[in-house]
C-alpha cells in the first residue's frame, strides 16, 4: 500500500479565488482585483432588464394599438365630421325647429385662394406641411408660455389633431381622450394627404353663430362663397376659430377686428405677407346673409333649446329631441295672435297640460322682429290675477267662498286702495269680492291673514320670483313670468302642487331627495273647492265673461295701473292658458283691461284648441239703468232706440240695437229685430273690468 499517491488539492474555502487572466475583464496579473468566472451575456443583469423593458414595451403597445381599435373610432376618423345639430320634434313628431349647425359645403384647399390657406395654418399651426401629426415645438412653446409667461394661454394642437378630435362624442379633457386624440393624428396622417386634412378641417370647424364651415362662414358674415375671400376677410376668419361664441363679428366686430390683425401679423411673421401688404389689409366689414324663413314654434325652441342639448348630453351628430309642443295647439295661438288686431301693443301665450306639458308658446307678435320672449324671460306686475293666491291664503285660514268680507275703503299704513268704479257695495260675499275683482276686499283679506301667508301660498303654487313682504302685494304689484303664473294656475286644475313646467316629453328622474321629500303635494280638498269655486264665478258671473266658453270655464283676470298690463289666466277641459298684453316700454294702454282683448283672445284660443264654442251672453234684465251701464264694464241697452224725423221732406229714422248696432228705418214700417252682430271685431271694445291692479 503506498501512501505517496498525491490527492487533489482542497481549497481552502477561506482563501480568495484567483481566476486565469482575460484580456477583456481589465487588468491582469498581480495588479488584477480577484474575480468570479465571467457570466454568459444573456444571463448579466443589465441585458435581462433590457430585454424585459423591451418586451414589456411590445405588449403595452400591442395592447394599446388593442384598446385604440375598440375605443377610438379609426374608420369614422377617415369620414368627414358631423357638426352638432339638434332637430326638435313636436308632441306628434313633426319638426318644429332645427338649431344648432349651419352647414357649408365641402371646400378644397387646392382651389382656394392661397392667401385663405396661409391665414389658418399661420394661427393655427405654422409648421403642417412639416409635422407628422404632432408638433413637439409647439407643445413645448405652449407649455412654456402657460407655465413659465403671464400672456394668454396656449394651445400646442395641430390642425390633425383638432380634426381628429372630431371623431369623438366627448370632449372630456382626460389623459386618455388626448392619447386616443394622438394617435387617431398618426393614423390620418398615415391616409390622407395633407390638403386632404386640410380640406376636412376647414369644411367643419366652428366660426360662430351656429356656422360650421369655411364655405358657410364667409357666405354668413360676408355673402361670397370661401374662394373669393380677400386676405382681410380669411384672416378675421382664421381669427374666428380661437374663440368662436365670444368672437362673433356679429355680435362682437371690434373683438373680431382685433383678432384679424392678430392673425396678419402672424402671416407676417411667418413670412407669408410682407410689411407693405400686412399695412394695405383694411379691416374686415360684415355683409351678414339674410336670415332664412323661420319655423313653427320658435320661441318655444328657444326656450326648450338648453335644457334638450342636457338631455342629448354630448353632440357629435344630429340628434333628435321630442318636445311637448303639439302643432294644432301652436297653430291656435298664432292664429290668435294675428287676429288680435295689435297695434304697438305686445303680447304673450302660454298653454300648458295640468301636469306641466307645455303644448303652445308665443313669446310675442313677431320673432323676426324680435325674439325676446315675453312669456319666459319677462318680469311684469300680474296686476289682480295675483289674487288666487290671496284668497287661497283665505281659505287657509277657515274662511269658505260664502264667507263675507266688506267692500268699503280701507287704509293700512299710508296705503289706501280704491276700487276702480269707485263704487263699494257693503258686506259680499268671497265669491262676489273674487268674481268683481275688488280692490278693497283683497286688502282686507291680506290685512287678515297676513303677507306672509299669501307669500306662503304663492310658494306653495311655484312662484319663485321676489315677492315683498308688504299688503299692496294683494293687487299684484311684484313681477313675475306668464310661465309661473300658469303653471300656478295648472296646480289648481291639477289639484297638486307645485306644476313644474316642461318643454320636453321626456321628464328628468327625480333626484333621492326629493322623492324622499315628494316634490308634489295635493292641495287640501276643501281649499281646492273653494277655488275652483271662485275661478268658476270669475268667469260666469264676473269680470272674465268675455272668456266663458260653451263647457265650464275657470279664470280670473288682471289689470296693472293705468292698464300698463292686462292679463287673462284660466283653464277648461285639461288646458291651462293665460294671456298678457302690454308695452315692452312699460308705458300706459288707456283702454286695455284683462276682461277685453286678453279675454277674447283667450276664449278664441282655447275654442279653436277644444273644439268648442264660445258661451253666448245671456240677456240682461235691468232693473235701474244706470246700474246696467256701469254694472258689467260695458253699456247694455234693454230694447231698441227709435229716433224719427225727416229730411228733405222725406221721413227718416234711426234705430238702435240691443248690440250698440245703428240701421236706417222709414217711420211707419214695422221692422224686424235685428240680431245682434256675431263678429266680435264690430262690437264696442267694453270698459275696463272693475279693478285697479
Known amino acids: 500500500m503506498r501512501y505517496d499517491t498525491l490527492y487533489p488539492e482542497v481549497a481552502d474555502p477561506r482563501a480568495p479565488t484567483v481566476s486565469p487572466s482575460d484580456p477583456f475583464d481589465g487588468p491582469s496579473g498581480a495588479d488584477a482585483p480577484p474575480s468570479g468566472p465571467r457570466l454568459p451575456l444573456r444571463q448579466r443583469p443589465w441585458w435581462r432588464w433590457t430585454m424585459r423593458g423591451l418586451a414589456a414595451f411590445i405588449v403595452l403597445f400591442v395592447v394599446t394599438i388593442g384598446w385604440l381599435v375598440f375605443t377610438a373610432p379609426l374608420s369614422k376618423s377617415l369620414e368627414p365630421p358631423v357638426p352638432p345639430s339638434i332637430t326638435l320634434l313636436s308632441a306628434e313628431g313633426t319638426p318644429i325647429a332645427r338649431t344648432g349647425a349651419e352647414v357649408g359645403k365641402p371646400v378644397d384647399a387646392t382651389k382656394l385662394p392661397a392667401h385663405v390657406v396661409d391665414a389658418f395654418i399661420a394661427v393655427e399651426d405654422r409648421r403642417f406641411r412639416s409635422h407628422w401629426g404632432i408638433d413637439p415645438r409647439g407643445i413645448l412653446r405652449a407649455f412654456v408660455n402657460n407655465v413659465f409667461t403671464s400672456k394668454s394661454s396656449q394651445g400646442g394642437s395641430t390642425i390633425t389633431q383638432q380634426l381628429a378630435k ?258 263699494y257695495r257693503g258686506e259680499i260675499t268671497l265669491r262676489q269680492a273674487f268674481a268683481r275683482s275688488s280692490n278693497v276686499a283683497a286688502a282686507r283679506l291680506i290685512k287678515d291673514v297676513g303677507p306672509r301667508a299669501v307669500i306662503r301660498a304663492a310658494r306653495d303654487l311655484g312662484i319663485s320670483t321676489p315677492i315683498a313682504e308688504e299688503a299692496s302685494i294683494a293687487l299684484g304689484t311684484s313681477t313675475v313670468s306668464l310661465l309661473e303664473l300658469t303653471a300656478a294656475y295648472a296646480a289648481i286644475a291639477n289639484g297638486e302642487a307645485p306644476v313644474r313646467p316642461r318643454g320636453l316629453s321626456e321628464a328628468d328622474e327625480p333626484g333621492w331627495l326629493d322623492r324622499l321629500t315628494g316634490s308634489q303635494r295635493p292641495i287640501g280638498r276643501r281649499e281646492l273647492e273653494g277655488m275652483r269655486e271662485l275661478l268658476r264665478a270669475a268667469v260666469s258671473e264676473g269680470t272674465g265673461q268675455s272668456a266663458a266658453l260653451s263647457v265650464e270655464t275657470f279664470g280670473k283676470t288682471g289689470t296693472t295701473q293705468d292698464n300698463r298690463d292686462a292679463l287673462f289666466v284660466g283653464y277648461a277641459d285639461g288646458i291651462v292658458t293665460a294671456v298678457w298684453m302690454g308695452n315692452d316700454d312699460n308705458t300706459p294702454n288707456p283702454g286695455l283691461a284683462g276682461g277685453g282683448a286678453p279675454a277674447r283672445v283667450w276664449r278664441d284660443f282655447m275654442a279653436q284648441a277644444l273644439g268648442v264654442a264660445a258661451k253666448p251672453k245671456p240677456e240682461p234684465v235691468v232693473e235701474n239703468l244706470s246700474d246696467a251701464l256701469a254694472d258689467e264694464g260695458e253699456n247694455v241697452i234693454d230694447e231698441p232706440i227709435e229716433i224719427e224725423g225727416s229730411f228733405g221732406g222725406q221721413a227718416v229714422g234711426v234705430r238702435v240695437n240691443r248690440d250698440g248696432s245703428l240701421e236706417m228705418t222709414r217711420p211707419g214700417e214695422e221692422q224686424l229685430d235685428a240680431p245682434p252682430l256675431e263678429r266680435e271685431s264690430r262690437r264696442r271694445e267694453p270698459v275696463p273690468e272693475d279693478e285697479g291692479f
Open 166 to 423: 372630431n371623431a369623438f362624442l366627448s370632449s372630456k379633457r382626460t389623459f386618455g381622450r388626448k392619447f386616443q386624440e394622438v394617435l387617431i393624428a398618426f393614423w390620418l396622417e398615415a391616409w390622407l394627404t395633407k390638403d386632404e386634412i386640410l380640406s376636412r378641417y376647414l369644411s367643419n370647424v366652428y366660426f360662430g353663430d351656429n356656422q360650421y364651415g369655411l364655405d358657410a362662414a364667409a357666405r354668413h358674415y360676408f355673402s361670397r362663397p370661401a374662394t373669393q375671400l380677400t386676405t382681410g376677410q380669411a384672416a378675421m376668419l382664421a381669427g374666428l376659430v380661437k374663440a368662436p361664441s365670444r368672437l362673433a363679428p356679429s355680435s362682437n366686430l371690434k373683438g373680431a377686428q382685433e383678432r384679424q390683425a392678430v392673425v396678419i401679423g402672424t402671416m407676417v411673421d411667418a413670412e407669408l405677407l410682407t410689411e407693405a401688404e400686412a399695412r394695405a389689409i383694411p379691416p374686415a366689414r360684415l355683409r351678414l346673409a339674410r336670415s332664412k324663413a323661420l319655423p313653427s314654434g320658435t320661441y318655444f325652441a328657444d326656450w326648450v333649446l338648453p335644457e334638450a342639448r342636457d338631455q342629448a348630453g354630448e353632440l357629435g351628430a344630429v340628434r333628435e329631441v321630442t318636445t311637448t309642443l303639439e302643432t294644432r295647439m301652436q297653430r291656435a295661438a298664432e292664429r290668435a295672435v294675428r287676429n288680435a288686431g295689435l297695434r304697438q301693443s305686445q303680447i304673450a301665450i302660454v298653454a300648458m297640460r295640468p301636469d306641466g306639458r307645455v303644448i303652445a308658446m308665443v313669446g310675442g307678435k313677431n320673432y323676426g322682429e324680435s325674439p325676446f320672449n315675453r312669456a319666459t324671460q319677462a318680469r311684469r306686475q300680474p296686476g289682480s290675477t295675483f289674487k288666487l293666491f290671496v284668497y287661497l291664503a283665505a281659505l287657509r285660514s277657515g274662511m269658505t267662498p260664502d264667507s263675507t268680507v266688506l267692500d268699503e275703503p280701507v287704509t293700512i299704513g299710508e296705503w289706501a286702495p280704491k276700487n276702480n268704479d269707485g263704487r
